[in-house]
Nanobody, 125 residues
Framework: QVQLVESGGGLVQAGGSLRLSCAASGRTFSMYSMGWFRQAPGKEREFVATISWGGGSTYYKDSVKGRFTISRDNAKNTVYLQMNSLKPEDTAIYYC??????????????????WGQGTQVTVSS
C-alpha cells in the first residue's frame, strides 16, 4: 500500500489555473497506476484522470480533455494534475488514488485501494 497526501487546491476565478500535487510515501510508488477523482457536495465521486505506472498511458473524463493534464514523477513519488481553463463546474474536492494494476489503467473508483485526504478546488464565476 501507499500513503497519499494532496495539495495545491484553492479558490480561483473561471479561466484560471491550478496544479494539484499528490505526494506518496512508500518505495513501491512506481508500481501503482494513479488516478484523480473529484466529489462535489451532494454528488457521487467521479473519475477525472488516470495514468499508468510508467506514465505512457493516460485517460481523461470527456469534460476535462484539453484542459487538464495528469503526469507523474516517479523519482519524486509524486503525481500531478495541471488544471487550466477552470470552470465553476470543476468545483469539488479532488482526491488522488493508487491501485496496483500491472499493464493497465482504471477509471473505477472502487478498484483503487489507497486514497488521499482530498484538496478543495473552488472556481468562482
Amino acid at each position: 500500500q501507499v500513503q497519499l497526501v494532496e495539495s495545491g487546491g484553492g479558490l480561483v476565478q473561471a479561466g484560471g489555473s491550478l496544479r494539484l500535487s499528490c505526494a506518496a510515501s512508500g518505495r513501491t510508488f512506481s508500481m501503482y497506476s494513479m488516478g484523480w477523482f473529484r466529489q462535489a457536495p451532494g454528488k457521487e465521486r467521479e473519475f477525472v484522470a488516470t495514468i499508468s505506472w510508467g506514465g505512457g498511458s493516460t485517460y481523461y473524463k470527456d469534460s476535462v480533455k484539453g484542459r487538464f493534464t495528469i503526469s507523474r514523477d516517479n523519482a519524486k513519488n509524486t503525481v500531478y494534475l495541471q488544471m487550466n481553463s477552470l470552470k465553476p463546474e470543476d468545483t469539488a474536492i479532488y482526491y488522488c488514488a493508487a491501485v496496483r494494476l500491472p499493464g493497465r489503467i482504471s477509471i473505477v473508483a472502487t478498484e483503487f485501494g489507497s486514497w488521499g485526504q482530498g484538496t478543495q478546488v473552488t472556481v468562482s464565476s
